[in-house]
């Protein structure tokens, strides 16, 4: 494949951050790469769609965004089932994430889930436990796998609701579920709450350091017969489980990105210290990436066996959309420089 788009989530750093952390980098690859350019832009981006900027990019590029009828701007809930092998049939479904909400006295703060390691006999146990609540409430739940399960909630149609990760990290009570619907999912939220306090599952896993699952998280509404897919073919690498089901070539290693035949490449390593603000595994991430990924595809295109590559970096606040090309590379008078890195 000649033509490679590449997707970094939280390649951008923080605006208050980046100076500091741009010149700790040594990643000269990457410098070349976003230098020199056929085309650049920048683009600022509020919260309002509650969720982040490359979440929007690649439901837009997936054919998985907002419709006129949804109103989600992620409708990836009857996509992602499929992935899983799961028919929803028919109605509206959501994602469900079981999860940890830390409580303090000011706010609410979800735990990324990436950091739950919330084993499969724990979930089942606990999804077991919560299904009956689930089904008397009309709803249906279906068990994926530990991270991930689906509702079928045709009442909650209007439910308007956040991706984990724009959530993960913030002040949770700006990023709870919305619209006519939400009452009835916070009632259901605090019987499983009630319900999962003290369970057998969460004694145990609180009994090891971990911390208790005392909730779930729905999003990414969809309707069952939105036979909408992935029109286009996806390699992943440490991507959330719910872009892994939509890739035809998900947990790529770096070292066969030459081998698989996809244009689009979603690569979440630097997530999980981002959301931590862990910004020392930030810069290890990066350096690795610059080792692994920066260096070879720089190098492709100085040979000609890449015809064309597209940087799309983000970060909360903002995305970064550069295209390069062997051409573009030979501007040797343009010193290289991560600059574009910084707000």
Do not use: C
């Not at 920048?42 to 109103?71: T, Y």
């Not at 698989?260 to 210290?273: M, Q, R, T």
């Amino acid at each position: 494949m000649t033509e490679l788009t590449l997707v970094l989530p939280f390649a951008l750093p923080p605006p208050e951050l980046a100076p500091d952390l741009v010149r700790a980098l040594r990643t000269p690859s990457l410098a070349a790469l976003i230098t020199r350019t056929s085309s650049h832009h920048s683009d600022p981006f509020d919260n309002a769609a509650r969720a982040l900027p490359h979440e929007l990019w690649l439901a837009r590029a997936l054919g998985l965004g907002q419709s006129p009828h949804q109103q989600s701007a992620l409708r990836l809930a009857a996509a992602v089932m499929r992935g899983h092998g799961l028919d929803p049939g028919e109605g509206h479904w959501l994602i469900v994430h079981p999860a940890h909400v830390e409580i303090s006295r000011s706010h609410l703060l979800m735990h990324d889930l990436r950091r739950l390691g919330l084993a499969d006999a724990e979930s089942r146990a606990l999804f077991d436990s919560a299904k009956p609540y689930f089904d008397e409430s009309g709803h249906t739940l279906l068990y994926a796998d530990a991270q991930t399960w689906f509702l079928r909630a045709d009442a909650w149609r209007g439910l308007d609701t956040a991706s984990p990760d724009a959530a993960t990290g913030m002040n949770l009570t700006d990023w709870l579920p919305l619209g006519t619907a939400a009452s009835a999912y916070r009632k259901l939220q605090n019987e499983v709450q009630m319900l999962w306090h003290g369970h057998p599952a969460n004694a145990a896993r609180e009994a090891r350091g971990l911390a208790a699952i005392n909730g779930f998280w729905p999003w990414a509404g969809a309707e069952a017969a939105d036979r909408s897919s992935p029109g286009i073919a996806l390699a992943t690498r440490a991507a959330p489980s719910w872009l892994t089901r939509l890739a035809t070539h998900p947990d790529t290693s770096l070292s066969a990105l030459d081998a698989v035949n996809a244009p689009l490449l979603v690569d979440g390593s630097l997530a999980e210290s981002a959301l931590a603000a862990d910004w020392a595994g930030w810069l290890t991430q990066m350096q690795r990436l610059e080792d692994e990924l920066f260096a070879p595809l720089l190098a492709a295109l100085a040979t000609g066996r890449r015809k064309r590559l597209r940087l799309v970096l983000s970060r909360r606040e903002a995305q970064l959309d550069i295209t390069t090309s062997p051409m573009a590379q030979r501007a040797f008078w343009r010193r290289p420089s991560l600059d574009r890195l910084s707000p």
